[in-house]
């Protein structure tokens, strides 16, 4: 019978779980799997919000990534959950701590006794390259002191959408912000003027829109003026791409941001690595 649940554990923390899930679940993607996760490692770190409401911890909105599905609850909602998700999908892939870090009622020996089939050695796997992303970064000191982002707590920042935008994922991170072409009301704590395509031509913009004298005002008041890719007057200024970085970004917003989930290329990259390891190409091809 080909198997339904993979449970990846290891009682070290730390040993790297949630590569080996992810990569796994990856894989099992790109080989046309319907594949969904399960997350029964104790939650650390910050919540992720879900697209259809609720919160899980990160590696569990990782794992979803790498199955090419959108974060729910219910993927960490212990072995309960086993029936609903094997309804949907072909293969559950479960991250879980054993022993005494194992939170209570998501061990390996509390999988339901008709969904187990022994447990499989499958040796070592080979040397894991650092990864850019890191899937799992730890938060800087400084960082981990900030409040959370919120959309409520937020500060008030807009981006003056110049016509010529050099690249838009510069921003992506900064969630709540105004895209601006005209004067607003009200004082904002951040401005932003994107890197330009055409700085010249852009700036012309910028002056008929009446914008240049009243960002010269916020400025004066008290705003804080950053310019990223080119020497905007006034403005501090911040290499091209410097706020895809979440911590340089939570430094800026005085909230700590949580890291993005990594793209679908590092996912795959990941997959990849794991299919080299001869073991569990041998144990995925047999019996999955």
Known sequence: MPAQVIAITSRLPG??????????????KREGRHVAPLHLSRPEGDP????????????????????????????????????????????IVAELAAGDSAPAGYTV????????DGFI?????????????NLTPQCPEDVAALPLWSLISAPRSGIISVPHLANFADFQLIRGAEWLTV?????????????????????EWIREASLDTW??????????????GW????????????????WTLSRILGRRVPPPLPTEESLDRLGHWLSEAPGV???VHQSV
């Open 215 to 228: 960002i010269a005002a916020q400025h004066a008041s008290g705003t804080r003026l950053i310019s990223t």
């Open 121 to 133: 050695q499958l040796g070592e796997l080979p040397p894991l390259a650092p990864f850019e992303p």
């Open 48 to 91: 992720f919000q879900c697209p259809e409401g609720g919160t899980v911890s990160r590696a569990t909105a990782l794992l979803a990534e790498a199955c090419g599905l959108p974060a729910e609850p219910i993927y960490e909602s212990g072995w309960p959950a086993l029936p609903a998700l094997l309804a949907r999908h072909d293969v």
């Open 109 to 116: 020996l509390e999988l339901p006794v008709s969904l187990r």
């Open 15 to 28: 040993a790297g779980k949630t590569h080996v899930a992810a990569a796994l679940a990856a894989w099992l």
């Open 231 to 246: 020497p905007y007057p006034g403005a501090e200024q911040l290499a091209t791409g410097a706020l895809k970085d979440n």
């Open 183 to 203: 004067q607003a009301p009200g004082r904002f704590q951040l401005l932003f003027v994107p890197a330009s395509l055409e700085p010249a031509k852009d700036l």
């Open 281 to 283: 190409a041998k144990f």
